[in-house]
């Protein structure tokens, strides 16, 4: 379960006493996604706000028992992104140390992003990955899916090259680990619109998890449909009819 955290976080360390103990009760394993308003290529005025907002989540998700850190990972303001590297890379990894420094375990996970305006290609979070051990991608497939724009990457064979992709760069074992958003989406031709039930999208579910499946990844898989429950339980009963 992801607790969604995205406006701001307002919770106390007794609520998150309550949900730690009450998902250990459960078996629940739980992330948090941060605020949306947080963004690594801020301006220098704006950027304490967006890093409050990020390790507030950290902390508050650490003692509801979180153990993965969801967060947008902002706009390139029509920089090119390797220009957009160098301020938001460096803050970034800031933020790791931090967590280090405060022998706080959470893993800081950059989801991928549905607009091609936005930092949060599949690239820009591997190259981020690839700064610290304690930051990896959260891949929202169907962000990935909507973000070119024309229809493509929603297939099993293009989803097994990214998939290949990713262990080249990142280890084979971190298809072990993977933290994965799921939707039907709606787009144009800038990218994500909305989400959408995944029977109302044209999202190729059984394609991509037949690639999962393929590359015997492991991880979690959380719904984020308008209709969650019945979108979570159809990728459950899609997943279990595969393997």
Excluded at 4 to 30: F, M, N, Y
Excluded at 173 to 202: A, F, M, T, V
Excluded at 226 to 243: C, F, G, N, R, Y
Aim: glycine fraction near 6%.
């Amino acid at each position: 379960m992801e607790l969604g955290w995205v406006q701001s976080v307002r919770v106390s360390e007794k609520t998150c006493a309550d949900i730690k103990i009450t998902s250990k009760q459960q078996d629940i394993k739980l992330s948090v996604h941060a605020p949306y308003f947080i963004n690594l290529n801020a301006s220098d005025e704006e950027w304490p706000k967006s890093r409050k907002r990020l390790m507030d989540a950290c902390h508050f998700g650490n003692l509801a028992g979180a153990t993965d850190i969801i967060f947008h990972p902002g706009s390139y303001f029509a920089a090119e992104p390797s220009e957009v590297y160098k301020k938001a890379f460096p803050r970034l990894l800031d933020c790791a140390n931090e967590l280090k420094r405060n022998d706080n375990p959470v893993n800081l996970r950059p989801e991928t992003m549905g607009k091609s305006a936005m930092l949060g290609s599949l690239e820009d979070t591997v190259q981020m990955a690839l700064l610290d051990p304690k930051i990896k991608p959260c891949l929202d497939f169907a962000h990935l899916h909507a973000r070119a724009g024309d229809g493509s990457m929603n297939s099993e064979t293009e989803w097994s090259k990214l998939l290949e992709y990713y262990a080249k760069q990142l280890g084979e074992d971190s298809l072990q680990k993977l933290h994965i958003h799921l939707s039907g989406i709606e787009y144009s031709q800038k990218g994500e619109r909305n989400h959408l039930p995944l029977k109302e999208s044209d999202f190729d579910l059984i394609g991509l998890f037949k690639a999962l499946k393929a590359m015997n990844c492991g991880g979690r898989v959380l719904c984020e449909s308008p209709i969650m429950e019945t979108d979570a339980l159809l990728m459950k009963e899609t997943w279990q009819s595969l393997v």
